[in-house]
């Protein structure tokens, strides 16, 4: 089964708004990682945080982890309509295994 | 560099057939994995390799067999089609540095079976 569940499922807003996605996992981790997937392509990597890190940036994109909670959560500032893909997270308990969520579909309108 | 790539991009197989999908990295990573994703869902990891020779397997390994003779290639073989292995089958990559673990994907082969 699949650890990381998103939230939302789909989020469809307006350029220039933030866009906010939350994943939820259940077991301990060593990292939790975000990727974007375009339609009909591969994922891309956009951003890692470590279990003992509490916040990250990376440009426009902010990922915040509560491990207490079990929680992360992805902001995108500014958005764009080439941020419109699907994003996931995925955890890592060990070297390879990382196990992903459902993922978010987010669509940006001009 | 080209990164991960796998071949071929499409395949339409009948029920009881086989084949293999290739994936072959440059990076010199010594991880690589295969995924599938179904339709509205997350991938699911099918099996992977941490090394030439070394292979383990994931969450969905049935049906599927893979090896690693060499640090670029790692096959996907499908031994007897079936329908529920219509997929779109990822390979990544990936190299121990810092822990990070991050992945580099390939385009994908979008398998049907008939």
């Known amino acids: 089964s699949q650890q990381g569940e998103e939230d939302p499922q789909a989020l469809s807003i307006q350029e220039g708004e933030n866009a906010t996605m939350n994943c939820s996992y259940k077991t301990s981790i060593n990292n939790l990682q975000w990727y974007r997937q375009n339609s009909g392509r591969g994922l891309v990597h956009l951003i890692l945080?470590?279990?003992?890190?509490r916040e990250k940036h990376s440009g426009r994109l902010r990922v915040t982890l509560d491990t207490s909670k079990k929680s992360s959560s992805l902001l995108i500032t500014a958005s764009r309509a080439a941020d419109t893909a699907s994003y996931f997270c995925a955890t890592a308990q060990g070297a390879q295994k990382l196990v992903f969520g459902q993922g978010t579909r987010l669509t940006i309108n001009p | 560099n080209a990164g991960v790539t796998q071949t071929p991009k499409f395949q339409v197989l009948k029920t009881g057939q086989s084949m293999t999908l290739q994936c072959a990295q440059d990076?010199?990573?010594?991880?690589m994995s295969w995924y599938r994703q179904d339709p509205g869902m997350g991938l699911r990891l099918i099996h992977y390799?941490?090394?030439?020779?070394?292979?383990d397997q994931g969450e969905v390994p049935n049906g599927y067999n893979v090896s690693r003779s060499t640090t670029e290639d790692f096959p996907l073989r499908l031994l007897s089609a079936a329908p529920s292995q219509t997929s779109v089958y990822f390979c990544?990559?990936?190299?121990?540095?810092?822990?990070?673990?991050?992945?580099?994907f390939g385009p994908g082969t979008r398998l049907t079976v008939t």
């Open positions: 390799s941490v090394g030439a020779g070394i292979t």
């Open positions: 990544a990559s990936s190299s121990r540095d810092g822990e990070s673990y991050e992945q580099y």
């Open positions: 945080i470590r279990s003992n890190e």
């Open positions: 990076m010199n990573h010594e991880y």
